[in-house]
């Protein structure tokens, strides 16, 4: 049973450009969720989404941050005209129910931008 | 507003000997806590839960303590072994959807 898949596990983008982030959350769960990991800090949780449907995103910046769970495919988390500040890693985490508390996380993408 | 604390940035062990590693939260209404850990260049992965009805759960070499008026639990690891060096990340969900983590403790096991 194949874990939660992230790609790419590396990113550099330079300013200004486009960073698309895609997470495949285990088989049979659902519930997807994005975490930020700026360094020496926590992982600080950004969204959480259901297929076709955001629930909440309270986490996410208001601006250049977005993020879907089609009904067929990864969840997508895009990140707009990226600056050097939004250079962290990004943890994908799913579980299978709204209720599980404990989360499945991916091993991440580092995104570096220069 | 850190509603999860782990002051210690890093700990050292002796192979052997117990780690202990605290938690304080500031949220009263935090009923679950959780232990995540941390290899580098992994994501986290679950390590040991409690309810905030009980104020221990033990696991193997795992176990938690919860303490409600202080609003402070601990995960003790004994004995530590040199795989248990890792980031330790104490984690407490809020409003159902979202779980906020702490800073994360390293600790660092030595043979």
């Known amino acids: 049973n194949a874990g939660v898949m992230q790609n790419p596990r590396h990113l550099v983008r330079r300013r200004g450009q486009e960073a698309r982030l895609r997470c495949s959350p285990m088989?049979?769960?659902?519930?997807v969720y994005w975490y930020r990991q700026l360094p020496e800090e926590g992982l600080k949780f950004m969204v959480y989404?259901?297929?076709?449907?955001?629930?909440?995103e309270s986490g996410m910046p208001k601006e250049r941050f977005s993020a879907e769970f089609p009904k067929e495919g990864p969840s997508i988390l895009r990140i707009q005209q990226v600056v050097r500040g939004d250079s962290a890693a990004y943890f994908c985490a799913s579980s299978p129910r709204r209720d599980d508390y404990e989360q499945y996380f991916g091993p991440g993408t580092r995104l570096t931008v220069t | 507003d850190q509603q999860v604390k782990q002051n210690s940035p890093s700990l050292s062990v002796q192979e052997g000997r117990i780690s202990i590693l605290n938690c304080d939260y500031t949220?009263?209404?935090?009923?679950?806590f959780l232990w995540y850990k941390k290899y580098p260049a992994e994501g986290p992965t679950f390590l040991i839960s409690?309810?905030?009805?009980?104020d221990k759960n033990e696991d193997g070499r795992f176990t938690v303590f919860l303490n409600k008026s202080a609003k402070h639990l601990s995960l003790h690891i004994v004995p530590s072994q040199p795989g248990d060096s890792a980031v330790y990340f104490c984690?407490?969900?809020?409003?159902?959807?979202?779980?906020?983590f702490g800073a994360g403790t390293r600790l660092f096991v030595k043979a």
């Open positions: 088989k049979g769960h659902s519930h």
């Open positions: 409690i309810s905030s009805i009980k």
């Open positions: 989404l259901q297929k076709e449907n955001i629930i909440d």
């Open positions: 949220n009263s209404m935090f009923d679950y």
């Open positions: 984690a407490a969900p809020s409003g159902g959807f979202k779980t906020i």
